[in-house]
Nanobody
Framework: QLQLVESGGGLVHPGGSLRLSCAASGFSLDYYAIGWFRQAPGKEREGVSCISSSDGTTYYADSVKGRFTISRDNAKKTAYLQMNSLTPEDTGVYYC???????????????????WGQGTQVTVSS
C-alpha cells in the first residue's frame, strides 16, 4: 500500500515562492508516476504538473510553465513541486497523487491516479 503526505503549503505574497513536498511510505516510489493537482473554490480540479516513473518526462499546465518545477527523489521517497512567482490564481488545495499506469493521453489527468495525499493549502494573497 502506497501512502502519500503533502507538506509545505502556506500563505505567501504574490511573487513569492513555496516548495511542496510529497512523502511516500509503503511501496517504493520507483514504479509510479507522480502528479500534482490543485482545487480552487469554484473551479475544477486541474493537473498542475506530473512526472513519469521511467524517463522522467514532465508535464506542466500552461498556466504554470516557467514558474513551477516538478522533481522526484526516489531514494528519499519524496516528490517536490517548486513554485515560483506565485499569483493569487495559484491559490488552492494542492494534492499529490501516484499512478502505476498512465495512458499517453492521460499523463496528468486526475482520474488516472490511484493514490492521493490529504492535500495542503496554498494561499497567495496580499
Amino acid at each position: 500500500q502506497l501512502q502519500l503526505v503533502e507538506s509545505g503549503g502556506g500563505l505567501v505574497h504574490p511573487g513569492g515562492s513555496l516548495r511542496l513536498s510529497c512523502a511516500a511510505s509503503g511501496f517504493s516510489l520507483d514504479y509510479y508516476a507522480i502528479g500534482w493537482f490543485r482545487q480552487a473554490p469554484g473551479k475544477e480540479r486541474e493537473g498542475v504538473s506530473c512526472i513519469s516513473s521511467s524517463d522522467g518526462t514532465t508535464y506542466y499546465a500552461d498556466s504554470v510553465k516557467g514558474r513551477f518545477t516538478i522533481s522526484r527523489d526516489n531514494a528519499k521517497k519524496t516528490a517536490y513541486l517548486q513554485m515560483n512567482s506565485l499569483t493569487p490564481e495559484d491559490t488552492g488545495v494542492y494534492y499529490c497523487a501516484a499512478a502505476g499506469i498512465v495512458p499517453v493521453q492521460g499523463v496528468c489527468v486526475a482520474s488516472t491516479y490511484v493514490y492521493w495525499g490529504q492535500g495542503t493549502q496554498v494561499t497567495v494573497s496580499s
